[in-house]
């Protein structure tokens, strides 16, 4: 497995780091809340993403392959989900505005999020068989999977979280931040078409 461990780094960092309804969302919060009130958000992601792949490595991707309805049930709750973080997102009000109902995701919703975000699904399948060797310790492997994805999620979920916080230095005007939300929330809807392809 030790061999393994620089692949499934670039794996990690690869995935964790190119687009997807997790970087988009902390695009939107690090433009809308800044960094510091959207690290709860991130933390959320760093943790609830390895949990969900060692989760799906112990069995419970099993669950939903052998009971589908379960898996469809999923699949649209998270599509009306991302609708809904997609339409908060377009409802922000510039950053630093007087919206009291805006805040930034909790740490437990965005370790929830992670078993409805469709690019989490495909990047847990796809690592668990790709990095586990036949005949090998599955358990110690899978530990070794979590904590890799762990540690590449922070630079990974930083980096968008920074990036939307550049972006809110250039929003001067409500009608800015209002096509920088709506541009946000439209890119959140359409990694929906993810869950259905």
């Not at 690019?119 to 668990?128: D, E, G, L, Q």
């Not at 492997?141 to 980096?159: D, N, R």
Request: proline letters at 6%; charged letters at 10%; glycine letters at 8%.
């Amino acid at each position: 497995m030790l061999e393994m461990i620089l692949p499934l780094a670039v794996f990690g960092l690869a995935s964790a780091v190119t687009p997807g309804p997790n970087n988009v969302m902390l695009t939107a919060s690090g433009s809308a809340f800044g960094f510091r009130r959207s690290i709860p958000h991130m933390v959320g992601i760093t943790i609830g993403f390895p949990v969900m792949i060692f989760a799906i490595g112990l069995g419970l991707g099993e669950i939903f392959t052998r009971y589908t309805q379960v898996h469809l049930a999923l699949k649209y709750f998270g599509a009306a989900y991302l609708l809904y973080l997609a339409w908060r997102i377009a409802q922000s009000g510039q950053p630093n505005g007087d919206d009291a109902e805006s805040r930034p995701l909790t740490f437990l919703e965005a370790a929830a999020f992670q078993w409805v975000n469709p690019k989490a699904w495909v990047m847990a399948v796809s690592s668990i068989p790709a990095f586990t060797t036949p005949g090998g310790n599955y358990y110690v492997e899978l530990l070794i999977i979590s904590a890799i994805f762990a540690l590449v999620c922070i630079p990974a979920c930083t980096t968008w979280c920074l990036f939307g916080v550049a972006i809110r230095q250039l929003i001067r005007t409500p009608e800015t931040a209002r096509v920088v939300n709506f541009g946000l929330a439209v890119l959140v809807a359409l990694s929906i078409v993810l869950l259905f392809l």
